[in-house]
């Protein structure tokens, strides 16, 4: 059985009520950066990895998409998805690992915030490859090895509270850790950024882009505790391109 905690009732009514989740693509910090290298959807045939309530997969079809579909193991997150979102776009329930399709089905695969759930990132990276077209486009963001390594993501803090600094352990020691978010145990698993580069160097991508993002000037006036962000990467945007067979 795959790891399914969206669908637990606690954690999904706390991560409904998210910034990201009210707001959509804005309510995230790493919107702004990730956007800038979304490739053209113009006619595209997109595959959106780990969807959650859809919003890329929305944005795909406001900026002329040919079709979008949509994988995401929680029945709940999709349930948001189809009141939200429009009815072009195909929803399929489904674990990742265990999804299926065609060779060249797509022109564009995105996935945001998922890989770091997945045990193996070759897997998932070898299905992607044959799922794309040749020049087919890959974009995807994760959470940052620093911040995956030791496994708690929490700050040190001193006897009054205070952040001291973050904890960064275990580094090359890849594989499962067990953090806390919203409150809630959740099983993440841990690899190094020479893992992400060179799994898709060894499996014919070619890597367009790299970005830690940081969050927007306006996130970091309006939003409480947003510069500590700036101390160390929580996120890692990678953009690649499926290189021609020949």
């Not at 959807?41 to 959650?52: A, E, I, S």
């Not at 564009?108 to 070898?126: P, R």
Request: aromatic share 12%.
């Amino acid at each position: 059985m795959k790891q399914n905690i969206y669908d637990t009732k606690t954690f999904f009514t706390k991560y409904s009520q998210m910034n990201r989740s009210v707001k959509g693509l804005e309510g995230g910090g790493e919107w702004k950066t990730l956007e800038k290298m979304l490739p053209d959807f113009k006619g595209k045939r997109l595959l959106d990895l780990g969807c959650g309530f859809g919003w890329h997969c929305q944005y795909a079809i406001e900026h002329g998409a040919k079709s979008v579909v949509g994988v995401d193991i929680s029945e709940k997150m999709l349930a948001v998805a189809k009141e939200k979102t429009s009815k072009e776009i195909q929803y399929i329930c489904k674990p990742i690992e265990d999804t299926e399709f065609t060779d060249h089905s797509f022109d564009v695969v995105i996935s945001s915030l998922t890989f770091h759930y997945l045990v193996s990132f070759d897997d998932i990276v070898k299905k992607i490859y044959s799922w794309l077209k040749d020049d087919g486009e890959f974009l995807f963001s994760t959470e940052h090895p620093v911040f995956t390594a030791y496994g708690t993501q929490d700050w040190y803090r001193d006897s009054k509270g205070n952040i001291l600094h973050f904890p960064v352990d275990n580094y090359f020691a890849e594989g499962k850790r067990e953090a806390y978010f919203l409150g809630e145990k959740v099983i993440k698993y841990h690899k190094t950024l020479t893992t992400y580069l060179n799994t898709l160097l060894q499996n014919s991508f070619e890597i367009t882009g790299i970005v830690e993002p940081q969050p927007s000037k306006e996130m970091l006036e309006t939003v409480k505790g947003m510069k500590d962000e700036l101390r160390r990467p929580m996120m890692l945007i990678i953009s690649a391109r499926k290189k021609i067979e020949k």
